[in-house]
Nanobody, 116 residues
Framework: QVQLVESGGGLVQAGGSLRLSCAASGNGFTISRMAWYRQPPGKQRDMVASIRSGGNTDYADFVQGRFTISRDNAKKTVYLQMNSLKPEDTAVYYC??????????WGQGTQVTVSS
């Protein structure tokens, strides 16, 4: 079983920065893909960034160059550094872990609100 606890969301002005953290419990963290997704009000959930066990990263076009995903395997934690935030980045951000043998787990979500 995996539990994910996100933190770091909040209210920020456009152009500001936030750092999200996601602490995982359970086994298999080091060999699992970790990712951040987001869901704006009334819209679908989309992937923001992912990081594989070897450190390779992928980013959605809409955050390329502004957001950085990283992981600390010793702490079983994944981070999302968000810079140059825009009002359209307002959403609930979810942490995701994908274990090779049993699939996806999700955190409860953390609200990020960017004011103009």
């Amino acid at each position: 079983q995996v539990q994910l606890v996100e933190s770091g969301g909040g209210l920020v002005q456009a152009g500001g920065s936030l750092r999200l953290s996601c602490a995982a419990s359970g086994n298999g963290f080091t060999i699992s893909r970790m990712a951040w997704y987001r869901q704006p009000p009334g819209k679908q959930r989309d992937m923001v960034a992912s990081i594989r066990s070897g450190g390779n990263t992928d980013y959605a076009d809409f955050v390329q160059g502004r957001f950085t995903i990283s992981r600390d395997n010793a702490k079983k934690t994944v981070y999302l550094q968000m810079n140059s935030l825009k009002p359209e980045d307002t959403a609930v951000y979810y942490c995701n872990v994908r274990r090779p043998w049993d699939g996806d787990y999700w955190g409860q979500g953390t609200q990020v609100t960017v004011s103009s």
